[in-house]
């Protein structure tokens, strides 16, 4: 990627896109009109989902829908973060170092601060009461279904935010969030989640926990808030990881309904309250048994009891844009694979520094399953140590089921150049270590006993080492052809080491 001068600072998502049209091909609006019911996502697949997509699909520019059907107030804005490329504009950093810059962040937090009055509480600008007649969530907001099997309109790009009802600490994450009536929405908390852990405090004590959801923020609070234990423990907010990647701190408001904070500069937020002890089946109102695309491709099984979250408000700015991704598409590896791979660079560097050159949490594992490790091998003794870290990926994000090890030389952005390290530097019989038995992730629709006898419970994986590193003493027999290093610019004007013109 050539260096872009970013002469806009990203503050919020409206300088956010504006930075994007900015760009040559980073950003598309259009003004037909578009049915929040499935069209969205089915445009934005051709357009730039990538990842897991179903094909054909490709990687492109972010999109801005200015005419959505029914709600003559609102635009939609999807897939600002779908490419690598893109979110190191956003986030002012080259792709390849991205890793390295959140790495930085979470040793170095920024603690948000709440700020008052009516100017700074952008997100408060108009404000609409549950109390209110005719509130109703499915006419209010423009939250689509990704396809027409969804078990209902979602949230996808909802920034939860709670408090710990014993100790105060509070947690900012992505949940999938459903329209269910007027003013209750499901929630889904994959187990391990700080906030289900708040809400269990909550529920075991006979209270609601209050909750705010942020909808269409800065995209560097996007990225922090999908880190996982261990670099973020109970009790770390992430709001700390995005106050250090923009260096100054996230501001918060305190909701109009509820005992809770919420984002100032959001473009829309949710005001309420996860109930104790009532459940609902996520597609009651579809009976699909589907809820909807999740990142590995596969469309999620609709839940039979969920949690609930009673809504009390919607404020938002005046004409706001909500934001929305496709779950199975590039832009969940982005958000969730470059918090992998910081929490994976900070792991390996503090055990046996200098070694571990770079990580790539791979969009064919949808950022969570697969990451590739650049390891420099120096000596003899550093032989077997690139298995240690591979090990220590696992520690550092215990949603990771494969490893792929490579050698420095080998560009790991770079699939077919992977792949080319696994057809001439690996063996199966001596480069594959299996740990069979280890809780992963239960969204992998192959992690359940009838797949395998190994697994014992639904989200139990064989988690693998793919080592196609050179053994050490071997090095010097596995150097790759050098050719002459040509300027190739005297020859093709214009042309850029990415091979296009610039």
Not at 9 to 26: F, M, Q, T, Y
Not at 184 to 203: C, D, V, Y
Not at 384 to 402: N, V, Y
Not at 479 to 500: I, K, M, N, Y
Request: hydrophobic share 40%; glycine share 8%.
């Amino acid at each position: 990627m050539a260096e872009v001068e970013r002469n806009i600072a990203v503050v919020d998502l409206r300088s956010a896109l504006e930075l994007l049209e900015s760009l040559p091909g980073e950003l598309l609006s259009t003004d037909v009109e578009i049915d929040a019911n499935a069209e969205i996502s089915g445009v934005y697949r051709h357009v730039g989902a990538g990842g897991a997509c179903m094909r054909p699909t490709r990687k492109g520019p972010a999109m801005l829908f200015n005419n959505v059907k029914g709600f003559p107030d609102f635009r939609v804005a999807i897939g600002l973060l779908s490419t690598r490329q893109r979110v190191g504009y956003l986030l002012g950093c080259k792709p390849e170092r991205l890793g390295f810059l959140l790495k930085d962040a979470v040793r170095n937090p920024v603690p948000p601060i709440t700020v008052a009055g009516a100017d700074k509480a952008l997100c408060q600008e108009v404000v609409h009461l549950a109390s209110d007649p005719g509130f109703d969530l499915h006419t209010l907001l423009p939250a689509p279904t990704n396809t027409p099997e969804d078990a209902g309109p979602y949230i996808t790009m909802g920034m939860c935010y709670a408090a710990d009802p014993e100790t105060g600490e509070c947690d900012i994450t992505i949940h999938r969030l459903c329209v269910q009536g007027r003013d209750e929405l499901s929630m889904w908390l994959t187990p391990g989640r700080h906030i289900e852990a708040f809400r269990q405090k909550a529920e075991a004590a006979g209270e609601p926990l209050p909750i705010s959801i942020s909808i269409g923020v800065d995209p560097a609070i996007e990225i922090a808030a999908c880190f996982e234990p261990p670099t973020t423990p109970q009790g770390f907010d992430e709001l700390n990881i995005a106050g250090a990647i923009r260096g100054r701190a996230v501001e918060l408001s305190d909701c109009l309904t509820i005992d809770a904070r919420a984002i100032a500069h959001a473009e829309i937020v949710i005001e309420g309250e996860l109930l104790p002890d009532l459940r609902v089946r996520e597609d009651q109102n579809t009976n699909t048994g589907k809820a909807m695309p999740e990142f590995p491709g596969y469309t999620g099984e609709a839940k039979a009891e969920l949690p609930v979250i009673k809504v009390h408000a919607v404020t938002h700015r005046r004409n706001p844009i909500l934001q929305t991704t496709i779950g199975a598409g590039e832009e969940h590896v982005n958000m969730a694979g470059i918090p992998t791979e910081a929490s994976i660079l900070d792991m390996v560097e503090r055990a046996m520094p200098g070694r571990l050159q770079n990580v790539y949490a791979h969009s064919a594992g949808g950022g969570k399953f697969l990451a590739i490790l650049q390891f420099k091998k120096s000596s003899a003794a550093d032989e077997g140590r690139q298995r240690q870290a591979a090990l220590l990926a696992f520690a550092s994000f215990p949603e990771l089921k494969h490893v792929i090890l490579v050698d420095e030389d080998v560009d790991i952005f770079d699939t077919d150049d992977v792949l080319w390290a696994m057809q001439t530097r690996y063996q199966g019989d001596v480069s594959t270590v299996f740990i069979p038995g280890v809780r992963c992730h239960p969204l992998d629709p192959s992690q359940i006993p009838e797949y395998s006898p190994s697994i014992l419970t639904i989200g139990m994986s064989c988690k693998t080492i793919f080592d196609c590193t050179v053994p050490f003493h071997l090095k010097a027999q596995f150097q790759r052809s050098r050719f002459l290093d040509v300027d190739v610019g005297r020859f093709l004007p214009g042309w850029t080491r990415e091979g296009a013109s610039s």
